[in-house]
């Protein structure tokens, strides 16, 4: 649906598109999801094949879900962006003086850089480990609470704009060179938010979404849905810990994102555990009624 719904809005808006780029991407989620099923249907293997299946229905959803977030632009003037740094401001947190902090500590920058970038490469790790555990309801539950939380942020986005504090706070410098959401970012969003793109490709993808954060939703998922894999679960916790502060200082968020991320994981998990059970437990439950 959101493929067809990106397909209708490029061709309304006129937008180029880098059909290279965006091809061997969905290429590479479209062998994930071809593999998978021979592994289900030729090789009998059930847990490979829920691994590899889920991974490619989830970069397929991934690159659908960014490009229908960039055809939502231009937004012009509409951003609630000072809005939201008042909130911060009443909450005694100012993205600047936090950035600058961090940056006096560059082991703390490394180290909260490389959490950040790890948001995505943990969800992919996740849904390796819930397939070949076999654990099809916990695997589908995620992709859902993902599915979800995405679409629910982009919906509130598109009525609530925001670009977060790095298009409207500036920088030192040799400060924000140290950081992944810097000034020349924040220049770009306020760009696109004012003109839209001419151009898509995932080699320029930028997170546009500030307030709920997504990679809050992101960070929940994991240790949510890791909680029962005791072997790995301490890590994932300590890593998506550390995320909360890569989230505000590298992604470029107010502190009320982070706050409305938990409460969109919330109501995304909620939405997906209200869904009928799975078929596989009507029929496990059916054997065990029936003598």
Sequence with gaps: MLFLLD????????????????GVTCAIGIGAIAIGQLYRTMRLE?????ATTASGLFILFTISCSIFNYLLLPVGDRR??????????????SWPEAVVYVASLPWLASLLRFIYMSSLPQLIVILIILGFLGQRERLHQFLLT???????????WAVFPSSGPSAFEILPAEVARSFVVGAAYGTELNRLALDGP?????????????????????????????????????????????????????GGHHLVDVFAGFIVFGLALMATRMLPVSTSRLEQEATVRVP
Aim: with cysteine; proline share 5%.
């Design 7 to 22: 397909a209708i809005l490029i061709q309304i808006k006129g937008v180029g598109v880098d059909w290279t780029g965006y």
């Design 46 to 50: 059930e847990k490979i094949a829920l």
């Design 80 to 93: 609630i962006d000072p809005f939201l740094i008042k909130l911060d401001a009443m909450l005694h947190y």
């Design 146 to 156: 993902g599915v979800f939380g995405a679409l629910m942020a982009i919906a509130f």
């Design 198 to 250: 001419s151009f898509l490709s995932p080699k320029d993808a930028l997170g546009l979404i500030a307030f709920p954060s997504f990679h809050t939703v992101m960070a929940c998922m994991a240790v949510w849905f890791m909680a029962q894999t005791k072997r790995v679960f301490p890590l994932f916790l300590i890593v998506n810990i550390l995320m909360l502060p890569a989230i505000l200082v590298h």
